[in-house]
C-alpha cells in the first residue's frame, strides 16, 4: 500500500513539472513571434492573451495560445499548441503552430503539411463558418462556408487542431471581442418596404440627436490647461457646441424618407458596388463640425469614431454628396453632412446599440500649441424590422463530420466484420474444413491489409493506448478517439473479440501488418527459405519482450510524455501502412527488416516485440469460454495441433495458450479432420477392425 503511494505521489510531482512546462509562454518566448511592424502589448490574463501594439503603440489585435484556453487533446494524449494573431475586427493575421505530438506529422508526414494547413486562416474572419473540408478540394463560391483544404492520411489531427483554434478563439471572442459577431452579419432587407417621413424616422427613435451646449463642454475641460481656451463658449455659455443628428441609411425605406432624388441615386449606386457597407448620415448643425481642417474625402474622419460593445468599428467617408428631402428639418439643410460607411463583414450589427465618438479639441499656447481632447458618445440603434439576417449554418460536430465523409468506407468495413464474424462464430467449424481454407484466409488478409490499411487507414497502434492512458491520468477528454471512426470501429471489433475469442481475432485477422507478416511468411515458403524457430524455452522467454516494451512505454507516458511518440516507433505500423513506406530511409529499414524476418521466422515481431500486441492480451483476459474444441488425446498422445500450430501457443499437454493464439484455425481444421487428427484416425481404424475391413499397412 506504501509502494502504490509513493508512486503516486511520484508521478503527481513529476506530472505538476510537465503542467508547469504547458503553462502560458512568457513574453520572451512570444515576441519574436510577432512580425514587424506589430509587436507585443501587455498580457491581459493569466491564460496566455496579449494586446497587439501597431506601429504607432496604439492597440491593433490580440495574441494568444490555444492550449492554456482549450486543450483539447491530440491522438498522442496531448493538446496541439497554436498562436493566434486576431485584429480588432477579428479577422485572423496569423495562425503559427507552437508544438505537438500527432504521431503522423512527428515521423510520418513530416511536419511541413501541419504548418501549410494553418497558413489558410490568414485573411479569414470568426465571423466566417470554417470547417475542414475534403483534402485539396476547393470550396464552392457561392457557399456561406469556408472550406480549408485537409491533410491527407491526417485529417483526424487537423479536425483536432481545428476545434481546438476555434474554442480558444470563441473565448478570446467573448471576452474580449464581444462586438465580433459570431456569425454572418445582418444587411438591410431590399424587399422591405415601409412608407415613412422625417417625422416619423423622429418619432420612432431612427434619428438619434445629441445636443451639447457650450458650458456642457466647457466643463468637460474644467482644470485643465485647455479650460479658459474657447472664447466663444465662455462669451455664450447657453450656446450650442454640438447639434448632432445620426441616421443608418442602409435600409431603402430610410434612405428614401432622408435624401432627395439624386442622392438617393448616388446612394443606390455606390451600395451596388459597395454591398456590404452600411452608410451612415451623420449631421451637425453646431458649431462643433464633424472633421477637421485637414480632412481628406474617402478617409477616416479625424473627429469622429465609433464602437461596438467597446470595440472599435472602422468608419470610412463614402464622398458622396448629401442633399436632402425638402420635409426634412430646415436646419438641417445647411449643416456639415456626412455618410460614412463601415464594413458589415467585421461584425457590424446595425441592430444593436453601438457608439459615435465625437472628439471635441482645443489647443493651448501660440507656438506648438498643446492639443487636449475630451469624447462626447452618442448612442444610436436601428430597429431590426428593415434588416435580414442570414441563417447561421452551425458545422456539424468534428465526429460526425468525420463520420459522414466516410460513410461508404464504414458501411464497406461494417460489412467486411459482419461477415468476418459470421465465418470465425457460427461458421468456424466448416470454414476452417474447406480445401480452399488457405487461400480464403490470404484474400481476407489481402483486403485486411489494402483496404483496413492502406485505403482505410485502420491500423490501430500502442499510442491510441498510450494517448488514453494519459487523458485518464489526467482528467483530459476521450473526444480524439471519434475523430478517426474507421480506426474506432476496428478498435470496436477487436474489443467484442476479446469476449469470444480473446486477442485472436485483431491479431489474426484485422492486423494490416500482421498481414504482411504473413504474406512474407507465405513469400519464405515459396522460395523455400530455411525456417528458424526458436527452441521452445527461448520462444517462451522471447514472448516477454513484448510486455517489457510496453511497460517501457506506459512509463514513458508518465515520466517523460514529451518521447511517446519517438519511443512507439518500435511498431512499425506508421511507416508500413500509415505513410506506405514514404519516410525516412531508417524507419523503412527498420519495417523491411522486420518483413524480411518474417520469412524466416513466423511473424517474429507480432509473437514477441509488438506492444500492441501485450495490449491485446490483456483485454483478452475478459474472454468468457474457450472456444477450441479439446480431445483428452490432445497431448497425450496426440501431439499433432501442438506441432503443426506456428505460434507456439499450444503446451504439450494439449492446452491451448489463449494469450498467444492468434486464432489461425489451423488446430480447428485438424480437430475435425478424420485423415489428420490422430484420435479419429484411431478411431476410424477400430471401427474397420470391428466391421472385419482389413486396415492397410502403413
Excluded at 477528454?477 to 486477442?503: C, E, K, N, T
Excluded at 497425450?636 to 492446452?655: E, T
Amino acid at each position: 500500500m506504501g509502494g502504490k503511494v509513493l508512486i503516486k505521489a511520484v508521478a503527481a510531482i513529476v506530472f505538476s513539472a510537465f503542467a508547469a512546462l504547458a503553462q502560458p509562454l512568457s513574453r520572451d518566448d512570444i515576441a519574436p513571434m510577432i512580425v514587424p511592424p506589430m509587436e507585443l502589448g501587455e498580457r491581459l490574463n493569466d491564460r496566455g492573451v496579449w494586446s497587439l501594439l501597431n506601429s504607432g503603440g496604439a492597440q491593433a489585435g490580440f495574441v494568444f495560445e490555444t492550449e492554456p484556453m482549450a486543450p483539447l487533446p491530440g491522438f498522442s494524449g496531448a493538446p496541439i499548441n497554436m498562436l493566434v494573431i486576431l485584429d480588432l475586427d477579428g479577422r485572423y493575421l496569423d495562425v503559427r503552430l507552437i508544438s505537438h505530438n500527432e504521431p503522423i506529422f512527428v515521423s510520418g508526414l513530416g511536419e511541413a503539411p501541419f504548418y501549410r494547413f494553418f497558413e489558410q486562416y490568414r485573411g479569414l474572419s470568426i465571423s466566417d463558418t470554417i470547417v475542414v473540408g475534403t483534402p485539396y478540394g476547393d470550396a464552392d463560391q457561392g457557399s456561406a462556408l469556408v472550406y480549408l483544404d485537409g491533410v491527407t492520411k491526417a485529417t483526424a489531427s487537423v479536425r483536432i487542431a481545428h476545434e481546438s483554434l476555434l474554442a480558444a478563439v470563441h473565448q478570446v471572442a467573448r471576452e474580449k471581442m464581444q462586438g465580433v459577431a459570431a456569425g454572418p452579419p445582418g444587411f438591410p432587407d431590399p424587399d422591405y418596404r415601409e412608407a415613412l417621413s422625417w417625422n416619423d424616422l423622429v418619432s420612432q427613435g431612427l434619428v438619434t440627436r445629441k445636443v451639447v451646449l457650450n458650458h456642457e463642454i466647457d466643463a468637460e475641460f474644467a482644470g485643465t490647461v485647455w479650460s479658459d481656451d474657447d472664447a466663444e463658449a465662455q462669451a455664450d455659455p447657453n450656446g450650442v457646441y454640438l447639434d448632432l443628428w445620426i441616421v443608418d441609411l442602409g435600409p431603402p425605406s430610410i434612405a428614401e424618407a432622408v435624401l432627395d432624388e439624386e442622392s438617393l441615386a448616388d446612394l443606390q449606386e455606390f451600395l451596388s458596388i459597395s454591398e456590404n457597407d452600411e452608410p451612415i448620415l451623420v449631421i451637425d448643425i453646431g458649431r462643433h463640425g464633424l472633421v477637421g481642417e485637414d480632412f481628406v474625402r474617402n478617409t477616416a474622419p479625424d473627429w469622429l469614431s465609433a464602437t461596438q460593445d467597446s470595440l472599435p468599428i472602422a468608419l470610412r467617408d463614402s464622398d458622396l454628396w448629401v442633399s436632402l428631402k425638402s420635409d426634412v428639418h430646415e436646419e438641417l439643410h445647411d449643416g456639415a453632412r456626412l455618410i460614412l460607411r463601415t464594413d458589415r463583414r467585421v461584425g457590424f450589427d446595425p441592430t444593436r446599440e453601438w457608439e459615435l465618438n465625437v472628439k471635441a479639441v482645443r489647443e493651448h499656447g501660440m507656438f506648438r500649441p498643446e492639443i487636449g481632447s475630451v469624447t462626447i458618445p452618442v448612442k444610436h440603434q436601428t430597429d431590426a424590422r428593415f434588416f435580414r439576417k442570414p441563417e447561421v449554418i452551425k458545422p456539424l460536430p468534428p465526429w460526425l463530420e468525420a463520420l459522414n465523409a466516410r460513410v461508404t468506407d464504414l458501411a464497406i468495413l461494417g460489412a467486411f466484420i459482419a461477415a468476418l464474424f459470421m465465418l470465425l462464430g457460427p461458421g468456424m467449424r466448416w470454414f476452417a474444413s474447406r480445401k480452399l481454407f488457405t487461400p480464403a484466409r490470404l484474400a481476407i488478409l489481402a483486403v485486411v491489409a489494402g483496404f483496413v490499411g492502406w485505403w482505410g487507414q485502420g491500423q490501430l497502434s500502442v499510442v491510441t493506448v498510450l494517448g488514453v492512458i494519459r487523458a485518464a491520468w489526467e482528467g483530459g477528454s476521450y473526444a480524439f478517439l471519434v475523430y478517426d471512426p474507421f480506426s474506432l470501429l476496428v478498435w470496436a471489433a477487436a474489443i467484442a473479440g476479446f469476449l469470444l475469442w480473446g486477442r485472436g481475432l485483431f491479431c489474426g485477422w484485422l492486423c494490416p501488418f500482421g498481414a504482411l507478416q504473413e504474406f512474407a511468411h507465405h513469400i519464405g515458403r515459396a522460395l523455400r527459405l530455411p525456417r528458424l524457430e526458436p527452441a521452445a524455452h527461448w520462444d517462451r522467454r522471447l514472448k516477454w519482450i513484448k510486455y517489457a516494451v510496453l511497460a517501457g512505454l506506459v512509463a514513458i507516458v508518465f515520466f517523460a510524455p514529451q518521447h511517446v511518440e519517438k519511443a512507439s516507433e518500435v511498431e512499425p505500423f506508421k511507416t508500413a501502412i500509415t505513410t506506405f513506406f514514404l519516410r525516412e530511409w531508417y524507419y523503412v529499414a527498420y519495417a523491411v527488416l522486420l518483413l524480411l524476418a518474417s520469412t524466416v521466422l513466423f511473424k517474429g515481431f507480432c509473437r514477441y516485440l509488438c506492444p500492441l500486441g501485450a495490449v491485446m492480451v490483456v483485454g483478452g483476459l475478459v474472454r468468457g469460454r474457450d472456444w477450441i474444441a479439446r480431445r483428452e488425446e490432445c497431448g497425450s498422445p496426440c501431439q499433432l495441433c501442438r506441432v503443426k500450430c506456428n505460434y507456439g501457443s499450444i503446451a504439450r499437454s494439449g492446452r491451448i495458450d489463449y494469450a498467444e493464439c492468434f486464432q489461425c484455425l489451423d488446430c480447428v481444421a485438424i480437430h475435425d479432420d478424420r485423415a489428420r487428427c490422430v484420435p479419429l484416425v484411431l478411431e476410424g481404424r477400430k471401427g474397420q477392425r470391428a466391421s472385419g475391413l482389413e486396415v492397410p499397412a502403413e
